[in-house]
């Protein structure tokens, strides 16, 4: 699943549970509007702001992997060469090349860990510009609440059918765009772990 496919989920997860609702014999007669979260995230200047940081960030997060990810290619290449045609007892004989082996095993579990603790990162990353975009939603949100004097504020996607006549996504997205127009999204680190003794 793409990382924007994962912000839009949990987006929507976190509307939907924020959303203000009634049951439904309550809601007969009251003011209800319609949102489109995804439209917000993706149509809103700080939604595009954010994604565009993260791209930004997964970029730089991949470029710092790619040189050590290439050597490791090139090594791995060069032992395959050295192991073809050998029996696993002629490759335990020859000290020289299970030294190399070894070596080449740790630097790749290493990179493994490294590439994991990335990964990692970035997932947190986003979950913190997420809620960053969220922070940023909520006032505009209840501003556009009170002023269609709403009792009942339903997600798009939650229902079969809503008019556009109770669609606030637009406003919404004018109003975030007025107050919110960039986020300010920043790579998160995880410490490292001490190494276990033994």
Known sequence: MSHLK??????????GSASFTVPTAAAQGSNVIAIDEVKILRESKAGKDMATKLNNIETQMNNELTPERTSLQTQGKTLDGK???????QVNADAALVSELNAYQAKANAFAAKAQKASQEFSLTERVALATFNKALEPVLLQVIQEKNAQLVVSKSSVVYSADSIDATALVIQKLDAASPTLTVTRQKIPDQPANPQ
């Not at 192991?83 to 007892?89: I, N, V």
């Open 6 to 15: 994962k912000l839009l989920f949990a987006f929507a997860l976190l509307i």
């Open 83 to 89: 192991l073809q045609g050998k029996s696993r007892e």
